[in-house]
């Protein structure tokens, strides 16, 4: 079988009889006849229900990681459904405040958190801000002697743990840019600052291993590692960060929010921890909800090598395999169950030979210039790390929802692209 995996569709998918696909009751040829392509389609009801998920297996506190898709409609999603907010940027904070999230559900992170940003936070009052430098503290201790409001704190604290991921996605390895370590006691004087300084409240710890971590047991290694400090300290709050991977191709599996709860939760009660247990997931939310349809432009077979299939996005759009040499799949939406029995490369349109989507992807025999090319599971770090390379413009984001699609971020124009050229 060779057909694309069902699984790796949103919830709302579904395939009628001549094997066109909708999401959520809308037609996807129909909707790139309407907003064009590259387009990312996002179902609505799968971010709502994974949003509920986090909450029901957490509880209130659960922060959805913004960095993973961010525009005002997600921003205003996520606080619907009763989760917090992660910025880790004041960018990321503005949008937020923009959407109406009260800054009170917002919990600012960063390695390198500017006065300025700091002001922001401090200004709006955010719920919580992580700290992760020594040079923070004096910031924020700054900034409070100055007259703004002692805000309430985590300290990050870096495990140590290696989690199963790729390398640029490790972060709780002893030698990362983030947070104190544990090894050495650097976390416990970070620990022994917070608690003693008039300029903050501490409210606990705060941990983030990687992304893209398929193993529960990374997540219990780093709530072992903390276990002692958290006792030490009396941690009130206790957040695991995000890091819960997905199934991108075919063959990978992923624990489900609620199976990762309830093993970093037992991971805790068995360590004796009595913290309110946070986490902030971002691609666990998003990741799955979307897929990205192209248009096929160009198909160049190379005679004894390879066939070369060029879509009206790349690089720009999804820059994530050329970055972490990341898998999808590729799938045609006129004939989403049909057997991909072609092997090809499929590439974008940037003057690149780097810039690839798929290495090897398997498509129908029938592929032809001119067909919708859809690519699932990119709704998480695809629209948010996009650029503007080579001036090519940022694809669209519509919310698909009962039979309806509703345009929540538009197509950029050439007129966006000198628009702050002085
Ligand atoms: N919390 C903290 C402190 C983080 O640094 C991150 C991700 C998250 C939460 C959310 O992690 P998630 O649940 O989404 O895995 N651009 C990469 C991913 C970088 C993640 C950075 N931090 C990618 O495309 O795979």
Redesign the pocket.
């Known amino acids: 079988m060779t057909a694309l995996p069902h699984y790796l569709l949103s919830d709302n998918a579904a395939v009628a009889a001549d094997g066109r696909l909708s999401i959520a009751g809308c037609d996807v040829l129909d909707l790139t006849e309407e907003f064009g392509t590259p387009l990312f389609i996002y179902d609505e009801d799968h971010l709502r229900a994974r949003c509920r998920e986090a909450v029901a297996a957490f509880g209130d506190g659960v922060a959805y990681?913004t960095?993973?898709f961010l525009c005002t409609a997600m921003a205003r999603l996520a606080h619907e459904e009763g989760m917090q907010l992660?910025v880790?940027t004041g960018g990321e904070l503005h949008v937020a405040m923009a959407a109406g999230v009260p800054a009170d559900r917002l919990v600012l992170?960063g390695n390198n958190k500017s006065e300025l940003e700091l002001k922001m936070a401090l200004e709006a009052g955010v719920g919580r801000i992580v700290v992760d430098s020594f040079d923070e503290f004096d910031r924020v201790e700054a900034l409070v002697s100055d007259g703004l409001t002692a805000p309430s704190v985590l300290v990050r604290v870096n495990p140590g743990v290696e989690a199963h991921t790729h390398e640029y996605?490790q972060?709780g390895a002893a030698d990362s840019k983030f947070g104190f370590s544990l090894s050495g006691g650097v976390a416990e004087v970070a620990i022994e600052r917070a608690a003693g300084s008039s300029a903050m409240q501490l409210r606990g710890l705060h941990a983030?291993v990687g992304?893209?971590v398929f193993v529960v047991d990374s997540f219990v290694k780093a709530v072992g590692a903390l276990a002692p400090l958290a006792h030490r300290v009396d941690a009130r709050e206790l957040s695991i960060?995000?890091?819960?991977g997905v199934a991108y191709i075919e063959g990978e599996a992923a624990p489900s929010i609620t199976e990762w709860a309830d093993a970093v939760k037992t991971a805790c009660a068995d360590a004796g921890i009595e913290s309110r247990i946070l986490a902030?997931?971002?691609?666990?939310i998003v990741a799955q909800a979307a897929l990205t349809a192209y248009r096929v432009g160009t198909i160049k077979p190379i005679d004894g090598v390879r066939t070369y299939v060029s879509v009206d996005g790349g690089m720009s759009d999804n820059p994530?395999p050329v970055?972490?040499g990341?898998g999808y799949e590729a799938f045609l939406p006129r004939a989403t169950t049909a057997e991909r029995d072609q092997s090809v490369r499929i590439v974008g349109k940037h003057c690149e030979s780097g810039d690839v989507i798929v290495q090897e992807a398997r498509v129908p025999a029938d592929l032809a210039v001119g067909d919708i090319l859809a690519t699932p599971v990119t709704g998480?770090?695809g629209h948010t790390?996009g650029s503007n390379y080579n001036m090519v413009l940022r694809p669209p984001v519509v919310f698909a929802r009962d039979g309806d699609a509703r345009l929540v971020v538009r197509r950029e124009t050439f007129a966006d692209l000198v628009d702050r050229d002085i």
């Open positions: 990681a960095k993973a992660d880790a992170h996605l972060t983030h992304s893209q960060g995000g890091g819960l902030e997931p971002g691609r666990a994530r970055l972490y990341s998480a770090y790390m």
